[in-house]
């Protein structure tokens, strides 16, 4: 807990000072530009200025400054059109290139709610494993994984009944809560081991909330959310004309990334959805598979 609160200080610090850049560095370069116009162009037909400046020139410099003066918003604007967003739209797919820079820092903390995960967990599997060659700059790992409570009746997933309705089906539930306990079993694994090499420390818990898995987030280093929404009225087939299933599927869902290296709406919009997930987290339960191990 002390190193989250150290990293929100440090985070927070570093925002206000790039909003006082953002304010005060165009008005003092304003007011630089316009300070050499006007002595240049004074020294141009005063002679005590011209002397004590001792160059013959002015009337070109302070033209040459005011040029500078009335392009600089210009060249302002054209930084602001090329700059990054701190918004845009990511596949699923594209999950990789996040996790990957995750792991550049000493501390990395992933955290996701949705589905069953799927995604997320092959693209951490392989960059777990990796640590074990290269750990690089990484020296603790934490990996929260929030999943639908799959032991509870849900409208989705479900059978499609011959309305097209939602149809309880406990036998398709138990298929995915099993899934998502097979990939809890190999992350928390390889976390064990990991741990027990000494070079790091790595944990990764998975727990479980009530309702429909509608919103996927991804969240990285509590720096960078990626939200999105699941097609609920997706379907799938376990068999060539069996029944169908309302089956989200999480690897087409596309994703808004909003990162705190932006706007201040952007930063305030990565506080809410890092706050809305820490929430449900504290109020999520252990899962029935991991309540049977510990009883065990």
């Known amino acids: 807990m002390a190193e989250r609160g150290n990293g929100s200080t440090d985070g927070g610090m570093g925002q206000r000072l790039r909003r006082y850049q953002e304010r005060f560095e165009p008005v003092a370069t304003r007011v630089l530009l316009a300070g050499i116009f006007v002595t240049g162009l004074t020294a141009q037909f005063v002679k005590p200025v011209a002397d004590a400046l001792e160059g013959n020139v002015y009337l070109g410099a302070a033209l040459l400054s005011l040029v500078g003066y009335v392009l600089y918003d210009a060249v302002k604007d054209l930084s602001s059109s090329v700059r990054l967003p701190t918004r845009a739209l990511v596949n699923s797919s594209e999950l990789g290139g996040f996790v990957s820079e995750a792991f550049q820092a000493r501390r990395v903390e992933i955290s996701f709610l949705g589905y069953t995960g799927e995604t997320l967990y092959n693209e951490l599997y392989h960059r777990l494993e990796d640590l074990f060659d290269s750990p690089g700059p990484t020296r603790r790992v934490s990996v929260r994984m929030l999943v639908p409570d799959f032991g509870q009746p849900m409208t989705v997933p ?20 099993r899934r998502c306990q097979e990939y809890d079993g190999i992350l928390s694994d390889i976390a064990e081991r990991l741990t027990a090499t000494g070079r790091l420390v790595v944990q990764c818990e998975y727990r479980v909330y009530p309702g429909v898995p509608r919103d996927k987030i991804c969240i990285f280093n509590r720096g960078q ?72």
């Open 158 to 177: 479900s059978q499609v009944g011959a309305d097209g309705r939602p149809v309880d089906d406990p036998a398709f539930r138990d298929r995915m809560s």
């Open 225 to 296: 959310v990626l939200h999105g929404l699941y097609d609920l009225s997706a379907r799938m087939r376990l068999q060539h004309m069996g029944p169908e299933y309302f089956d989200p599927k999480g690897y087409r869902t596309d994703l808004n990334v909003w990162s705190r290296e932006g706007t201040a709406a952007a930063e305030a919009a990565v506080s809410t959805w890092i706050k809305h997930f820490d929430d449900l987290w504290e109020l999520a339960e252990i899962p029935s598979w991991r309540r049977g191990a510990t009883a065990a």
